[in-house]
């Protein structure tokens, strides 16, 4: 393949340390998932691709492309087969958009397949703009995996809470066990739903810059739902439901 070139000792050792030490790198080891990310506006640092396997979507990227042993492309993937390709994107290099629609703001969430699962939700139900405030890192491969692919449909920011005010954000709403019954919520659209730590959930910080709180009402004395499904209910209700 033209401008295609072979992967050498040291240029894999370069790719090794910048994994290891890049945090806001993402390895996708799945060619719908790197075809989804390019379409999506992602640019590969570098990839990775068998000397056999031919993917007609790289094209205009085979300058980034290297030719690589099965076991070169195996120290990179998240699975234990992969198609022959291994693409590198830098999940910082994509700009966050202006946010003119209702959105999601993550605050302190650890899990990655929750997280994974609120981007998958948060597509469907229209929240196109997440804020992820100190939470597990994008390239994280089960949030890949358990996001289905929406993180690269959707408008994301990963921040600090710090960097968070800064954005100065306005009409913020917070899910809570104790908060208001949400069938009362009276929130004007856009707005910001911030849901909390799977343990802890919203911080008192973060509380602080809300205008209230809301809550889901349950049977059988049952205190909590998981974040994911009780993030997955109140986007369903604003977005189909209320009115």
């Known amino acids: 393949m033209h401008n295609m070139k072979k992967l050498t000792k040291s240029i894999f050792k370069e790719f090794k340390k910048q994994k290891s030490k890049d945090k806001f790198l993402l390895f996708l080891d799945t060619p719908i998932l790197v075809e989804e990310a390019i379409k999506n506006g992602y640019i590969p640092s570098f990839i990775l691709i068998s000397e056999n396997a031919n993917f007609d979507f790289l094209k205009n990227y085979y300058h980034l492309c290297y030719f690589a042993s099965s076991d070169e492309l195996n120290y990179f993937s998240n699975t234990k087969t992969n198609a022959g390709l291994i693409a590198a994107f830098n999940v910082k290099t994509k700009k966050f958009k202006?946010?003119?629609?209702?959105?999601?703001?993550?605050?302190?969430?650890?899990?990655?397949?929750?997280?994974?699962?609120?981007?998958?939700?948060?597509?469907?139900?229209?929240?196109?703009?997440?804020?992820?405030?100190?939470?597990?890192?994008?390239?994280?491969?089960?949030?890949?995996?358990?996001?289905?692919?929406?993180?690269?449909?959707?408008?994301?920011?990963?921040?600090?809470?710090?960097?968070?005010?800064?954005?100065?954000?306005?009409?913020?709403?917070?899910?809570?066990?104790?908060?208001?019954?949400?069938?009362?919520?009276?929130?004007?659209e856009p707005f910001g739903l911030v849901l909390g730590n799977e343990g802890n959930g919203v911080s008192s910080r973060m509380r602080s810059l809300c205008n209230g709180s809301i809550s889901l009402s349950m049977k059988n004395n049952l205190e909590s739902l998981n974040v994911g499904v009780a993030g997955a209910i109140i986007m369903y209700y604003f977005?189909?439901?209320?009115?």
């Not at 629609?101 to 939700?121: E, K």
């Not at 968070?164 to 009362?184: E, P, Q």
């Open 239 to 243: 977005t189909f439901l209320k009115n």
């Open 98 to 188: 202006k946010i003119d629609s209702n959105y999601l703001v993550l605050d302190g969430l650890q899990d990655a397949g929750n997280v994974g699962t609120l981007l998958r939700t948060a597509l469907a139900c229209d929240f196109k703009s997440i804020i992820l405030v100190d939470c597990v890192h994008l390239s994280n491969p089960k949030l890949i995996r358990s996001s289905a692919g929406a993180i690269f449909k959707l408008n994301v920011l990963e921040c600090s809470f710090d960097e968070f005010t800064k954005l100065n954000l306005k009409n913020l709403i917070y899910a809570d066990m104790n908060g208001d019954d949400i069938k009362k919520s009276s929130m004007i």
